[in-house]
């Protein structure tokens, strides 16, 4: 039988230097899902114009595996492009404002600020404390979520007979609170997220319709970091995915150095609301850099 | 609403909280938090908190997706972000109320009404007061209820704060099905309906 971990024919790890050998054998095996270290080795990224992205400008590239997560903190100014590599992904996330993580996404402001419960092109990602965390630049998908949550373990195990990280159904929550933790960050930090990829609608009488995916095999969002964040996402399935088997598509994270808005953007002077978070913005970067 | 146990039920608290303040109470399971728009069209902004461990929580997003409709009506659980009911509307004689639409804050004031606003009272303030009070702080903000609050969303997405469905004397009731921590910010905001543009008093009223 072969080695499951080399995909040799012969195992022998009965000795120190032998297991050695073993393992580091198994060092340039790739998966199909996996990051890519160093990320200016990924030489397929495009922005949402199509132009390449030199591999110097690369920051983060990651293939996370349905039911997987993945977290880094980015700079300012950054874009992050999700995209939807089976065209069934569901892209939860959560943003913090990495110079001060006390400050994080509020989805009610989000929508309520922005007198829109739908998500596109042009929409603000807003803080709780009236700031800009991220602008979404591009979305071919259209369909999104920002009221609805994520999964947790008693939901997911209700749905498809369990919901441990450890096993075949990981649920977001669990999988938000280990790579929360990871930025110093606990379950107190963990507050209502975005769904990207996986769109609710509501009814006139407030009834909530999943509408699932839209943008289908290779859709993508691009969204901007207007603060240094860190950024979280986890792949699993929407809570409202009436699908009886755990059915989610792949994801892939990338990002890379950019510049953040600026006055003269169409974006920053798109409402009076946004434009007031932007200046909020700036303040802060402003009193920010003073002081370091 | 009667304030008496003609129901068989007892007074624990009663108390009228002032307009644009802060108020927190434990409510012990099987008791019943009976909040009064005394005069109506008053917001009350409300979290709930599991009182013997508050890192669980009152999560808008598992209350919508329990019931599978953004309005809180007769029979909704309040259910936390550990997927668990914490407590119950066992009547309510205002038709529905809101819990997307967040908490005023003096920040996202500034942004929808302008910098005028910023020194304005907000709930959020509210709120971290009384989180003061207990050794709780900012980390411990989370999604929240607006009683009496009404914010629809129309087919295109358009939401937004609009005129109440509440009066005078309407009344939401909440039966508490674990110790809960009922953190309440008696809404100071003037620049939308949701108070009528006059904050005012409302009664809170525990029953056993």
């Known amino acids: 039988m072969a080695d499951p971990a080399t995909g040799s024919g012969t195992t022998d790890t009965s000795t120190t230097l032998a297991a050695r050998d073993h393992a580091r054998a198994q060092g340039t095996r790739q998966v199909e899902h996996q990051p890519t270290v160093p990320p200016s080795a990924a030489t397929d990224v495009v922005d949402r114009t199509g132009a390449a992205i030199a591999p110097e400008r690369m920051l983060w590239d990651d293939r996370v595996p349905p039911g997987g997560v993945t977290s880094r903190v980015i700079p300012r100014g950054a874009v992050v492009r999700l995209t939807d590599i089976d065209g069934d992904a569901c892209a939860n996330v959560l943003v913090y404002n990495a110079a001060q993580p006390l400050e994080r996404l509020n989805v009610a402001d989000t929508v ?6 739908y998500l596109g092109a042009g929409s ?34 209700a749905r498809y007979g369990s919901g441990g990280v450890h096993g075949s159904h990981p649920n977001a929550r669990d999988r938000f609170a280990v790579a929360l933790a990871k930025h110093g960050l606990d379950r107190r930090d963990l507050v209502p997220n975005l769904n990207f990829f996986q769109g609710v609608t509501v009814d006139d009488d407030g009834a909530l319709r999943f509408t699932g995916n839209a943008g289908g095999r290779g859709g993508y969002v691009e969204l901007r970091a207007e603060l240094p964040l860190v950024f979280v996402v986890a792949d699993t399935p929407h809570v409202l995915d009436p699908r009886p088997e755990y059915t989610v598509g792949a994801l892939r994270v990338s990002a890379w150095r950019d510049e953040p808005t600026g006055r003269g953007d169409p974006a920053w002077s798109a409402t009076p609301e946004g434009e007031r978070a932007f200046l909020q913005t700036e303040e802060f970067v402003l009193t920010m850099e003073a002081a370091r | 609403m009667s304030a008496g146990n003609g129901n068989g039920m007892s007074v624990m608290h009663d108390e009228v909280l002032e307009a644009r303040a802060p108020w927190a109470h434990v ?54 972000n550990e997927g668990r009911p914490m ?43 009384a989180h003061s009070w207990r050794g709780m702080g900012k980390r411990d903000m989370t999604s929240n209820i607006n009683w009496f609050m009404n914010v629809p969303v129309e087919a295109d997405g358009t939401l937004g704060i609009v005129d109440g469905i509440s009066a005078p004397g309407l009344s939401v009731s909440l039966r508490a099905h674990m110790r809960v921590l009922v953190v309440i910010s008696n809404c100071p905001q003037v620049n939308n309906p949701c108070n009528g543009f006059n904050p005012t008093p409302v009664r809170l009223l525990v029953r056993r």
């Open chain 1, 124 to 157: 603000l990602v807003l803080s709780d404390m009236g700031r800009v965390l991220m602008t979404v630049l591009a979305d071919t998908s259209g369909s999104h979520d920002a009221l609805c949550g994520a999964s947790t373990e008693r939901s997911n195990t």
């Open chain 2, 27 to 80: 409510v012990e399971p099987g008791c019943t938090l009976d909040i009064i728009d005394l005069e109506g069209n008053q917001a009350v902004d409300c979290i709930l908190y599991n009182a013997d461990d508050p890192a669980e929580r009152y999560s808008a997003p598992d209350t919508i997706t329990a019931q599978g409709n953004i309005f809180l009506r007769e029979g909704t659980q309040l259910v936390s």
């Open chain 2, 87 to 129: 407590m119950t509307i066992t009547a309510t004689s205002c038709e529905y109320h809101d819990t997307i639409g967040g908490a005023c804050s003096k920040e996202s004031n500034a942004l929808r009404y302008g910098f005028h606003t910023r020194h304005e009272h907000a709930c959020v303030e509210n709120f971290l007061l």
């Open chain 1, 112 to 117: 309520k600020v922005q007198w829109q419960a």
